[in-house]
């Protein structure tokens, strides 16, 4: 393959004639018969990039056209992990980057409120975190297609490693009593710096997409990239039992009943500090393995690939003129955007309002079993992620993000409540979180993500999933906050209404371009 492709530049005599190849062992004609078709045929393998130990795998009689064409989709969907240690560490980066979001959710809203916090500072407790990232995610898809993802998951790593440093100070008592003596809003301000700086160094989010979308085949880029959503899945959903088993740990009869405090208190390990300490320690530990066995992967610069259709000609369906300047290549993945703000954002209302609303609605609840319950269904939810090779047999990525935001809006439906709290069944809530968390989020967000994936597979992939990844924390961002001041001064159940009318609109156009998202 490597021999024919160098023919293309360096041989006077034409390597795609037919007088030029060997006759087929399975006597297949020549399937190529004008000019326009070989000059299509030679763009096409030209742009096939094969890598030396790529080449050196696919031994024996590939000089043939046909082999050689064929071998941009088979060799492909054969392609395992080369570097699997590598890949570990990445799935290792994912997963602390948003444990750092979910160990700390049982406890950040009782954290808040004994730091003189209310559901608006909540609101902006939560969505700080995703703020960190709007801001770094972009850099960071850049700084990875320049610098390359070592030094990128590095730098990311130290930051999220000074974040949770800044969160322990947050949640130490001897530093809050010195901080609201100073100011009373000190405390409060200090926490939402820990959460932004480790938003900061969890925005790696495009970088690691970036990295298995380009190790695996484009036609099992939605399995692959549910695997990696599975593991982020795990981060702030299924972590949340971490911080409940710290919670358990420091009540009456645990095993650090009342924690612990060295140096006159300003070392503390309680309910609060604990998830900090042990993101720390992990943090460190990924650093190390970055930094020693993680093997840099370069990555090979790529122009922008403009299909052609080898039997008419005619211009990709993609960069058609929709709407002035933009083509329908834009505005599908605009639309892609949006379907990522309205799911995250959906998501984060949960982790703004969740805790609260149990412990307000439910005599029985706290935030040790709230935590249980999210762990639970999350723990589920990464069961269907795992899946979702499966599920791609049998239904297409618009079926299943339809569907998956459906179940969405029904679960939402379930926690709408105007009456009198002492009617509302607990039921309702677990089979709420359950609809969201294992079924109706993981399922239609991963295959937002995995349609994305597909439509920008010929461009550059590292800047565009970083912006990808920008707008859903950037809805991490502004959902936490509308919902802190609507369920402040309107309720719970109107911040619900509005989620409902967010996911069925983005199911309503999702259903209506369903054909164009298809052919892209």
């Known amino acids: 393959l490597s021999k024919a492709k160098n023919n293309l530049d360096t041989s006077p005599r034409d390597?795609?004639?037919?007088?030029?190849?060997?006759?087929?062992?399975?006597?297949?004609?020549?399937?190529?018969?004008?000019?326009?078709?070989?000059?299509?045929?030679?763009?096409?393998?030209?742009?096939?990039?094969?890598?030396?130990?790529?080449?050196n795998e696919l031994q024996g009689d590939a000089v043939e056209t046909t082999s050689l064409l064929s071998s941009s989709t088979s060799s492909t969907s054969t392609r395992t992990v080369k570097d699997p240690v590598s890949f570990l560490v990445v799935c290792l980066t994912i997963l602390i980057g948003d444990t750092a979001r979910g160990v700390m959710f049982p406890t950040l809203w009782l954290l808040n409120k004994s730091l003189g916090g209310d559901k608006i500072t909540q609101g902006y407790a939560v969505a700080s975190f995703s703020g960190g990232r709007v801001l770094m995610s972009p850099v960071?898809?850049?700084?990875?297609?320049?610098?390359?993802?070592?030094?990128?998951?590095?730098?990311?790593?130290?930051?999220?490693?000074?974040?949770?440093?800044i969160y322990v100070a947050a949640s130490t008592p001897a530093v809050s009593s010195h901080l609201a003596a100073i100011h009373p809003f000190a405390p409060i301000f200090l926490l939402v710096t820990a959460q932004v700086v480790m938003g900061l160094g969890s925005g790696t989010l495009g970088v690691t997409r970036a990295y298995v979308a380009e190790i695996t085949p484009r036609d099992k880029r939605t399995a692959w990239l549910s695997y990696l959503t599975a593991v982020q899945y795990s981060g702030f959903t299924v972590m949340p039992v971490v911080g409940s088993f710290f919670c358990r740990a420091v009540?009456?009869?645990?095993?650090?009943?009342?924690?612990?405090?060295?140096?006159?208190?300003?070392?503390?390990?309680?309910?609060?500090?604990?998830?900090?300490?042990?993101?720390?320690?992990?943090?460190?530990?990924?650093?190390?393995?970055?930094?020693?066995?993680?093997?840099?992967?370069?990555?090979?610069?790529?122009?922008?690939?403009?299909?052609?259709?080898?039997?008419?000609?005619?211009?990709?369906?993609?960069?058609?003129?929709?709407?002035?300047?933009?083509?329908?290549?834009?505005?599908?993945i605009l639309g892609c955007m949006l379907l990522n703000v309205a799911t995250k954002g959906s998501i984060a209302v949960y982790e703004t309002l969740a805790v609260n609303f149990s412990v307000s609605h439910f005599v029985n609840f706290d935030a040790e079993k709230a935590g249980f319950v999210v762990s639970s269904c999350g723990a589920m939810g990464v069961v269907a992620l795992l899946c979702m090779g499966l599920l791609g047999k049998c239904f297409s990525d618009v079926q299943m993000i339809t569907g998956g935001m459906i179940v969405m809006c029904f679960g939402t439906g379930l926690l709408v409540h105007f009456g009198d709290h002492l009617h509302f069944g607990e039921y309702r809530f677990s089979a709420a979180i359950f609809l969201l968390y294992s079924i109706?989020?993981?399922?239609?967000?991963?295959?937002?993500?995995?349609?994305?994936?597909?439509?920008?597979?010929?461009?550059?992939?590292?800047?565009?999933?970083?912006?990808?990844?920008?707008?859903?924390?950037?809805?991490?961002?502004?959902?936490?906050?509308?919902?802190?001041?609507?369920?402040?001064?309107?309720?719970?159940?109107?911040?619900?209404?509005?989620?409902?009318?967010?996911?069925?609109?983005?199911t309503a156009i999702v259903a209506i371009n369903r054909v164009t998202l298809a052919r892209l």
């Open 15 to 55: 390597p795609f004639s037919p007088t030029e190849l060997r006759p087929s062992p399975s006597g297949m004609p020549w399937p190529f018969k004008s000019n326009d078709k070989v000059s299509a045929a030679k763009n096409l393998a030209g742009e096939i990039e094969l890598e030396k130990d790529e080449a």
């Open 140 to 165: 960071l898809g850049k700084m990875s297609e320049t610098l390359g993802y070592k030094p990128t998951l590095t730098k990311s790593l130290s930051t999220l490693l000074l974040g949770t440093l």
């Open 251 to 332: 009540k009456e009869g645990g095993v650090m009943e009342g924690g612990r405090d060295f140096f006159g208190g300003y070392i503390s390990f309680n309910e609060f500090s604990m998830p900090a300490w042990f993101m720390a320690v992990l943090s460190a530990i990924t650093l190390i393995l970055t930094r020693t066995v993680f093997k840099d992967r370069k990555r090979a610069a790529k122009s922008p690939k403009k299909a052609v259709d080898l039997e008419s000609g005619e211009a990709d369906f993609a960069d058609d003129l929709i709407l002035g300047s933009l083509t329908r290549f834009d505005i599908t």
């Open 440 to 506: 109706g989020y993981p399922i239609g967000h991963t295959a937002v993500i995995g349609i994305f994936s597909k439509i920008v597979s010929t461009r550059p992939q590292g800047a565009l999933l970083g912006y990808f990844a920008s707008a859903g924390s950037l809805a991490r961002m502004f959902f936490p906050i509308l919902a802190g001041y609507v369920a402040q001064y309107e309720g719970n159940s109107i911040m619900f209404c509005v989620l409902i009318v967010v996911l069925g609109t983005a």
